[in-house]
């Protein structure tokens, strides 16, 4: 399976941008049961954990991003998508989805995320 994300870009400060991730390779059976996560990574920091959504549908957010970004999903595309609303410059960074794995363990290797840069 390979996780490709895509949507970022250039946006200034207050701007929105919505982000995809498609798992190609994987089938509907295998991808709708995962709980699946947005994650970022700025350079030279670990990769947080940004937005997460079990196969229910239900959803949790790091507290930054709480009540700005929706991430949401379309199990027959097996696709994540993240919205971002009030993008601030602290937002600004490589943005990855890949399994919510509390134990650090994942059955996916990541991608190569998409950048988000978020201008002052």
């Known amino acids: 399976v390979q996780l490709q994300a895509s949507g970022g870009g250039l946006v200034q400060d207050g701007g929105s941008l919505r982000l995809s991730c498609v798992a190609y390779g994987s089938i509907f059976s295998v991808f709708q049961p995962k709980h699946m996560g947005w994650y970022r990574q700025v350079s030279g920091k670990e990769r947080e954990l940004v937005a997460r959504?079990?196969?229910?549908?239900?959803?949790e957010y790091a507290d930054s991003v709480k009540g700005r970004f929706a991430i949401s999903r379309d199990n027959s595309r097996k696709t994540v998508y993240l919205r971002m609303n009030s993008l601030k410059p602290v937002d600004t960074a490589n943005y990855y989805c890949?399994?919510?794995?509390?134990?650090?363990?994942?059955?996916?290797?990541w991608g190569q995320g998409t950048l988000v840069t978020v201008s002052s």
């Open positions: 959504i079990n196969s229910g549908g239900i959803a």
């Open positions: 890949n399994e919510y794995s509390p134990s650090g363990t994942y059955d996916w290797a």
